[in-house]
């Protein structure tokens, strides 16, 4: 299954029971306003008012990770350093490979419930200096294909469901879709919903020849 709904998560979650999904890969709004990397809604340089950041750009309370942590038995929170959460014993840092590029994060983390050594992986956000861009960006804080199917990797196991509560761009469900997991998403913003839609559905129509059972056979050997 690979399915994103367009409601709002804290209505979604509430009807999931406890320990559903093994594994929720989450992206929530840091709340951090004009900090924000501007860009999204096609535009990837329209300034914070145009990609309606200034509607969804609101921080979590602990309601959200409350119902987060009932029905997911492990999760991954990127942008953990703004959130008032316990203490990780394996945090993870997503480097962004752009020297030179002022005003601009070189690097972002994620909070994780595992234990174990802290990790980084290293990929270029936005070409220029290491590689082009792979990605077209439709969202302002969109994050890579290959960071996805590297936390997929290394962090679930075949057979998993995963959650993602803020699924934004929808690179986690190109992800997933590639990987064989199943996947339930959740998007509020309804043009972000339609672009990641479009996204998604573009990307399948170039179908792997191969079962999903060989993929994820060939992943985890």
């Known amino acids: 299954m690979n399915k994103v709904y367009l409601i709002d998560c804290m209505e979604y979650m509430k009807g999931v029971p406890d320990n559903h999904f093994e594994l929720a890969i989450c992206d929530p709004p840091y709340g951090i306003g004009d900090r924000l990397v501007t860009g999204g809604k096609g535009h990837s340089f329209d ?13 979590p309370n602990s309601d959200y990770f409350n119902e987060l942590f009932r029905i997911s038995v492990n999760q ?27 005003n601009l994060s070189e690097w972002e983390m994620a ?11 290293t990929f270029c956000a936005n070409g220029g200096f290491v590689t082009k861009r792979i990605d077209t960006k ?21 057979g998993d469901k995963i959650l993602d509560t803020h699924i934004g761009s929808g690179s986690i ?13 959740c998007e509020l913003d309804p043009d972000y919903y339609a672009a990641q839609e479009k996204r ?3 990307h399948i129509q170039q179908q792997s020849l191969f079962p999903i059972d060989e993929i ?4 985890y050997q």
């Open 216 to 219: 994820q056979e060939g992943i």
């Open 138 to 158: 439709i969202h302002p804080t969109q994050k890579p294909v290959a960071l996805y199917k590297w936390l997929l990797k290394n962090y679930a196991k075949p």
């Open 47 to 59: 300034r914070l008012i145009n990609s309606g950041a200034d509607k969804w750009d609101i921080a």
């Open 111 to 121: 909070w994780t419930s595992f234990e174990g050594r802290a990790r980084i992986f």
């Open 173 to 185: 469900r190109i992800a997933c879709h590639d990987m064989g997991f199943d996947l339930t998403g």
């Open 76 to 102: 991954i929170i990127w942008g953990g350093n703004f959130f008032p959460l316990p203490l990780t014993k394996q945090p993870l840092c997503w480097n962004k490979d752009r020297p030179n590029q002022k």
């Open 200 to 202: 998604f559905n573009a």
